[in-house]
């Protein structure tokens, strides 16, 4: 019997339309992550250099992180750079598996997969944008206190400066230093007198006397936001801020420590040493 050309057509169709179809969606946006709806989107997975070194501002240099656009942290113009790899990549996939550490009284800070970085889906490039929010800073020590990782007694943590950092995206260390250099320097302070941010005598793997101020308290809720933003307040227009960075640490006898750098790393002080 023969089939009518029509019918074929229609045979097609049906066929076609049965088949099923792949669809790919499209990545997520910086929009969907800070609003933390990323289940119908892609979290990127590849990321590389971007083209662009951007002045710090007041003729204090560049800041050496390459992005695409200056000045603006990790929106989606700098979607694909290294720099906001942390933002697009880890922060995306927390949200996205919904099975990374937080805690209800921090708000959407987030401790990330590695259980070595926290951060916030909220557009803060850095330290300087940070304001009173201690909420990461919270989260840092409930992940210490809580045994996510490394612990109250060996644990630290850090926030990198401006000329330091390496993300776009503002982020807190959280590290296992049970031997830390600055630690052993502290116990031999008598805390009482830490009562105030006070430049220290510190002079050790390369950092110079009083480029490390600390602030000492019997509390396991430190407000390093309040701390840094003090701090940051004294010091006016010229480049010092851009050098600024900060870190927590604890002492054997029941001491929390904050601290702000002046020189150099925070992450390499507080994590590294």
Request: net charge negative; proline share 3%; charged share 15%.
């Amino acid at each position: 019997m023969a089939v009518k050309q029509g019918n074929l057509i229609s045979l097609f169709i049906l066929l076609t339309l049965s088949l099923p179809w792949t669809t790919t969606a499209a990545e997520c946006t910086q929009s969907d992550i800070s609003k933390l709806s990323v289940s119908g989107c892609t979290c990127p997975s590849s990321f590389h250099a971007c083209s662009n070194t951007c002045p710090l501002g007041n003729g204090c240099g560049q800041n050496s992180n390459l992005v695409d656009k200056c000045d603006v942290g990790c929106t989606d113009d700098n979607k694909g750079c290294e720099t906001c790899n942390l933002y697009f990549g880890g922060l995306c996939r927390c949200l996205r598996d919904g099975d990374c550490f937080h805690d209800s009284s921090t708000g959407s800070w987030t401790l990330l997969h590695s259980k070595t970085l926290i951060t916030t889906p909220h557009l803060l490039p850095g330290i300087l944008d940070l304001g009173p929010d201690n909420n990461g800073w919270r989260l840092g020590q409930i992940t210490l206190l809580t045994g996510q990782f490394s612990s109250w007694d060996d644990g630290t943590l850090a926030m990198n400066s401006v000329t330091s950092r390496t993300e776009e995206q503002i982020h807190i260390h959280v590290c296992d230093r049970p031997t830390s250099v600055l630690r052993k320097y502290l116990e031999q302070k008598d805390a009482v007198h830490y009562s105030r941010l006070t430049p220290m005598d510190f002079d050790q793997l390369g950092f110079q006397k009083d480029s490390v101020h600390c602030q000492a308290a019997k509390t396991k809720d430190f407000d390093m936001a309040k701390l840094v933003s003090d701090y940051l307040n004294t010091l006016g227009a010229g480049c010092a801020k851009y050098h600024t960075g900060a870190g927590l640490i604890t002492d054997k006898y029941g001491n929390t420590w904050g601290c702000v750098t002046t020189q150099g790393s925070a992450e390499f002080l507080f994590c590294m040493n």
